[in-house]
């Protein structure tokens, strides 16, 4: 199986801050990986597909980058309603596997 | 506007087995793929398995030992997971998802289920 690993595991941060989140594959993915919002209570959020592709309706602020093993997911400058926790997953074998999740809060 | 209909939270005893539905709408069901995907109390997401809509074709993760099964009735837009012998490590919100098909399929959920408790107590 393929281990996903983000770092770091929670941050705090303000309105405003530039915010970014990593994830390694344990092995090369070339450039299946998709970032997940995910708020309390609620089902995740599709935010990027193929590590750079913003999915619709999700704001600029976001953005992905990477190949390979290592990639960030990028909020520009965060707002009130991105505190939240996000996940990295891969998509390129079986079986589909998401990294521990970072928490982001104030 | 595309939209994942699970049902209704569950308690079950050990031993048990559970079947949750995800009812699709909004869109051509046989063209997309449906995945489950698991989250325990504080735990990271689990995959569990999906199911091609349209030719049946399933896939499972083999943390489950045999215990899921994945079917759809196309003509209900429906697909169900079915998990066995239930301890208490089952307790879980219990997600469907969306996902593409096909040769140019490059895999990500774009829509998701609202999510089912399964509580699992004697």
């Known amino acids: 199986d393929i281990q996903m690993t983000q770092s770091p595991s929670s941050l705090s941060a303000s309105v405003g801050d530039r915010v970014i989140i990593t994830c390694r594959a344990s092995?090369?993915?070339?450039?299946?990986l998709n970032w997940y919002q995910q708020r309390p209570g609620k089902a995740p959020r599709l935010l990027i597909y193929t590590t750079s592709t913003l999915q619709d309706g999700v704001p600029s602020r976001f953005s992905g980058s990477g190949s390979g093993t290592d990639f960030t997911l990028t909020i520009s400058s965060l707002q009130p309603e991105d505190f939240a926790t996000y996940y990295c997953?891969?998509?390129?074998?079986?079986?589909?596997?998401f990294g521990q999740g970072t928490k982001v809060d104030i | 506007q595309v939209q994942l209909l699970q049902s209704g939270a569950e308690v079950k005893k050990p031993g048990a087995s559970v079947k949750i539905s995800c009812t699709a709408s909004?869109?051509?069901?046989?063209?997309?793929?449906i995945h489950w995907v698991r989250q325990a109390p504080g735990q990271r997401l689990e995959w569990m398995g999906w199911i091609n809509a349209g030719t049946g074709s399933t896939r499972y993760s083999q943390n489950f030992q045999g215990r899921v099964t994945i079917v759809r009735d196309t003509s209900a837009n429906t697909a169900y997971i079915e998990l066995s012998g239930l301890t208490s490590e089952d307790t879980a919100v219990y997600f469907c998802a969306r996902d593409c098909t096909g040769d140019k399929c490059r895999s990500h959920y774009d829509y998701w289920g609202q999510g089912t408790l399964i509580t699992v107590s004697s």
């Open positions: 909004g869109y051509t069901f046989s063209n997309f793929a």
């Open positions: 092995q090369t993915i070339t450039n299946c």
């Open positions: 997953q891969q998509g390129c074998s079986v079986p589909r596997t």
